[in-house]
């Protein structure tokens, strides 16, 4: 099983659509969690953090289920400039940094 | 005024050449790394520093040498390349691990 795993996509929707993407990952010592939107041949950017208590930014809200290790982002109003991958991360404990990004949901938002 | 600044941004070489790619950051973060985005797209940790220190050391060859000589600095040297080692390479910095990384826009490697 993968450490962090995203439905790869793509998901196609028009403009004005809202879309959810899930992500789930593999290990309870998991303490933070991101998303980040990769555009092509450009570097991964910080979209958001992620908490429990979940989390609005503007069109995007996040959510974290801890019990089902569970994270989702919901974006409402697609504008065509939200098309880009979107990456789940999942950072470990204390005692180290590392972070796991998922292999990313490929979105396109349509005219 | 780029953050996380990595040099040089495109590097085609032959097989078996030593090169190194440079990162700078000035956000004064106390983190570092280097990542390795292949083919596929998929993004993997290599090193981590903090605090000058390696903390995280994937299972990369050791070919691959990193080297910070201060907090704002981390280099990656490359030896012996190999055509597998073809990919973007991503520096990133942090302060601590709570609020996300920042990312350089990357070197694209092409061992020919």
């Known amino acids: 099983r993968k450490e962090v795993e995203q439905d790869p996509g793509p998901f196609n929707v028009p403009e004005g659509a809202t879309v959810a993407f899930n992500c789930t990952y593999s290990n309870s010592a998991s303490q933070s969690f991101f998303w980040y939107r990769q555009d092509c041949r450009k570097e991964p950017k910080l979209l958001m953090s992620v908490y429990s208590s979940g989390n609005e930014d503007g069109r995007f809200t996040a959510q974290l289920n801890r019990a089902s290790q569970y994270i989702s982002l919901l974006i409402r109003d697609s504008k065509l400039s939200d098309s880009a991958t979107y990456l789940c991360v999942v950072s470990l404990g204390t005692g180290g940094f590392k972070t796991i990004f998922g292999a990313g949901t490929r979105l396109f938002v349509k005219a | 005024d780029t953050a996380v600044s990595q040099t040089p941004k495109y590097l085609v070489t032959q097989m078996g050449n030593d090169k190194s790619i440079k990162c700078e950051q000035n956000l004064g973060h106390d983190t570092m790394y280097w990542y390795k985005q292949d083919s596929k797209k998929f993004l993997k940790i290599m090193f981590s520093?903090?605090?000058?220190?390696?903390?995280i050391n994937e299972t990369v060859p050791n070919r691959f040498s990193p080297k910070s000589p201060d907090k704002a600095h981390l280099n990656l040297h490359i030896n012996s390349l190999e055509l597998g080692d073809s990919a973007v390479y991503f520096c990133?910095?942090?302060?601590?691990?709570?609020?996300?990384?920042?990312f350089g826009s990357g070197t694209r490697l092409t061992v020919v």
């Open positions: 520093y903090n605090n000058k220190e390696l903390i």
């Open positions: 990133a910095s942090s302060q601590g691990q709570v609020l996300g990384n920042t």
